[in-house]
């Protein structure tokens, strides 16, 4: 089942902070972060597993609850390399199968 | 890091042709790989997996005999459109796992298919 993103779009201007949510009404297993210019590939951020770890690379980090099946990803100070959509994908369990991708939150910064 | 080609990165073809998306991983052997479709704005759909030796797993809705998927050896899958549409105009991405569980996704550049 789909994991459900929040928001679908958020406009900042450069050194803003932003939040984006990924809920599943199912228990996840892990969840990963993806990045997705226009026009390209996605690009993987960070995974997350099972055990609320918290992971960050660079000023972008993230967060898992999963005793309340959700992630939120964190950007802090946005630079404008950080525009493009966010996708979470969600796996159910230790299978190694498909990712299944939310509806993505827009993010878009500017100077 | 792990590496997966995608070929060729757009094609323009006429309603009712084929074409065939290439998939490789080139510095890793994939048993499994995953084909996902994105209509504009809008998310990764999984299609279908592909399994190395054996016949591909498509999701609820997706067309088996339409979409045709090989998967002949350990680093090529190969997505063929059949009679092609307008409708089935999209970015078709192609993806695999390092290794199991715990690994990320690795996206091909993704085929930009023009059904005319």
């Known amino acids: 089942q789909q994991p459900v993103q929040s928001p679908q779009a958020v406009i900042l201007r450069e050194g803003e902070d932003a939040v984006i949510n990924c809920s599943s009404s199912k228990a996840l297993y892990s969840v990963h972060w993806y990045r997705q210019k226009h026009g390209e590939a996605p690009v993987f951020l960070m995974i997350?597993?099972?055990?609320?770890e918290q992971k960050g690379h660079e000023k972008i980090s993230a967060s898992f609850n999963e005793k309340k099946q959700q992630s939120s990803l964190y950007l802090t100070a946005s630079q404008l390399s950080y525009s493009g959509t966010y996708f979470c994908?969600?796996?159910?369990?230790?299978?190694?199968?498909?990712?299944?991708f939310g509806k993505g939150t827009t993010l878009s910064v500017s100077s | 890091g792990a590496v997966v080609s995608q070929h060729p990165s757009w094609v323009i073809c006429k309603s009712g042709t084929s074409v065939k998306i290439e998939c490789r991983s080139l510095?890793?052997?994939?048993?499994?790989m995953f084909w996902y479709r994105q209509f504009p704005k809008q998310s990764l759909m999984l299609m279908a997996t592909s399994n190395e030796g054996s016949k591909a797993t498509y999701e609820q809705g997706v067309e088996k005999d339409k979409f045709l998927i090989n998967h002949a050896s350990l680093t090529l899958s190969t997505l063929t459109v059949t009679s092609a549409h307008p409708e089935d105009s999209s970015f078709y991405i192609c993806?695999?796992?390092?290794?199991?569980?715990?690994?990320?996704?690795?996206f091909g550049n993704g085929t930009r298919l023009t059904v005319t």
């Open positions: 997350l597993l099972k055990g609320g």
């Open positions: 994908g969600t796996e159910i369990n230790q299978a190694g199968t498909a990712l299944i």
């Open positions: 510095d890793f052997q994939a048993t499994t």
């Open positions: 993806s695999a796992r390092l290794w199991g569980y715990n690994s990320p996704l690795h």
